[in-house]
């Protein structure tokens, strides 16, 4: 599958414990987007980086997430001291650089804390 | 920022109708919306997009239309199947930012 990657696909853990999860794009896309989707809405955009620069975040990142793209090819994003609120699906997207291309989404990660 | 409303938020119809589905958008800078498709427990996928310098595309049953002056989009599905069945999302994207801003989602249900 060359498509977006993500792993792992579902994680339950306990409130106030952090968790990591890994977006691997399209190879020749520049462009990585993390997106949160919680049941029944649609994705709501976290974050998003062109090559290895974190371009712009959203509001609804707070300082207990954070988001790498180190040498601009696979992504993680933690969340530190996991919160009940925190569980959703995150949606990892990759795209060119170029005006109006499209987004492909991965499978996305269930994050559930309990 | 970009906000999105898309209605309705549920759709049932009979196969072999039309389905329409309509979103409106508030940033007159967008140019570039997408429609996905996502099946219960799947990625969202794009069906069909449309930029800001057309007014109407169309890719077999699926079209979609754009308003620009009066900021509304909508996706129009003929003869639905039960395939057809899923939920919908609208988004638009400006160009500060490159992201793209999603609607509520419509789920639509293609009774056989």
């Known amino acids: 599958d060359t498509g977006v990657s993500q792993n792992p696909r579902h994680k339950i853990t306990k409130r106030g414990q952090n968790v990591t999860f890994r977006c691997d794009p399209i190879?020749?896309?520049?462009?990585l987007y993390w997106y949160r989707q919680t049941l029944g809405q649609g994705p709501e955009f976290l974050t998003y980086?062109?090559?290895?620069?974190?371009?712009?975040k959203s509001r609804l990142l707070s300082d207990r997430f954070s988001a790498e793209r180190p040498k601009g090819s696979f992504s993680t994003l933690e969340i530190q001291r996991t919160e009940q609120g925190d569980s959703a699906m995150y949606l990892c997207?990759?795209?060119?650089?170029?005006?109006?291309?499209?987004?492909?989404f991965g499978q996305g990660t269930r994050l559930t804390v309990v | 920022g970009e906000n999105v409303e898309q209605h309705p938020s549920t759709l049932s119809v009979q196969e072999g109708d039309s389905a329409v589905i309509k979103c409106t958008y508030s940033?007159?800078?967008?140019?570039?919306f997408p429609w996905y498709k996502q099946e219960l427990g799947k990625r969202p996928q794009l069906i069909i997009d449309?930029?800001?310098?057309?007014g109407e595309k169309k890719d077999q049953r699926i079209a979609v239309t754009l308003n620009k002056t009066a900021k509304h989009f909508s996706l129009h599905i003929t003869e639905t199947q039960p395939e057809d069945s899923a939920v919908y999302f609208c988004?638009?994207?400006?160009?500060?930012?490159?992201?793209?801003?999603f609607g509520g989602g419509t789920r639509l249900m293609v009774k056989p």
């Open positions: 449309i930029r800001s310098n057309v």
């Open positions: 997207a990759s795209s060119l650089f170029l005006g109006g291309t499209e987004a492909f």
């Open positions: 940033d007159s800078a967008s140019n570039y």
């Open positions: 190879s020749e896309h520049n462009r």
């Open positions: 980086f062109q090559n290895e620069a974190q371009l712009e």
């Open positions: 988004a638009a994207r400006g160009n500060a930012g490159n992201m793209l801003t």
